[in-house]
């Protein structure tokens, strides 16, 4: 009888212990590791909740693992624009707003994080990009470059990009 007693008092102990394991990684704490390219899936889409008078494109930020828990900070920088001969399209990229602190989002299987790039609706079109090369708005600023949706026009010679925030 002991020997059963203790045998489930174990089996009891284990499944508690993975349990807490378990809500650990799924309760993650804030992490202070930057975000790195292979934390991060990167996409961009047409984005329609932007103010009058502009056209917006979401850079959307995911986990690559369900492990991931890393943070992000600030705006995306080194922002080109390419097109399909990998030639650089001319225009400026610039932040939104100044930013007096970097906004920093922490980076979940769960928490997606997002940026924008706005562009005035009413300017000509500069060109139809087919990719866009950033460094990650992380503390190492890593160079990635990710798919630009096919057809969708770059206008005007500025292009304003925002920090990153949580996407909703």
């Known amino acids: 009888m002991i020997k059963h007693t203790i045998a489930a008092g174990a089996v009891v102990g284990l499944v508690a212990g993975g349990l807490l394991v378990t809500s650990g990684t799924a309760g993650a704490s804030p992490s202070d590791q ?3 390219i292979a934390d991060v899936h990167i996409a961009v889409t047409r984005d329609s909740t932007v103010s009058a008078g502009q056209e917006g494109y979401a850079i959307t930020y995911t986990a690559a693992s369900p492990t ?3 943070k992000l900070e600030g705006i995306p920088t080194a922002v080109t624009f390419m097109t399909g001969h990998n030639t650089a399209v001319n225009v400026t990229v610039v932040p939104d707003a100044p930013a007096a602190t970097p906004a920093t989002v922490n980076l979940t299987a769960t928490h997606p994080a997002v940026s924008y790039l706005l562009q005035e609706a ?5 060109a139809v990009p087919s990719a866009l090369n950033l460094n990650l708005p992380s503390a190492q600023a890593f160079s ?3 798919e630009w ?4 026009p770059l206008k005007g010679d500025v292009v ?4 990153v925030a949580p996407a909703a």
Do not use: F, I, R
Request: glycine share 10%.
């Open 149 to 152: 949706p096919e057809g969708a």
């Open 68 to 70: 991931t828990n890393c």
């Open 160 to 163: 304003e990009v925002t920090a």
């Open 122 to 126: 009413a300017a000509p079109v500069t």
């Open 144 to 146: 990635t470059t990710v």
């Open 34 to 36: 930057p975000c790195g």
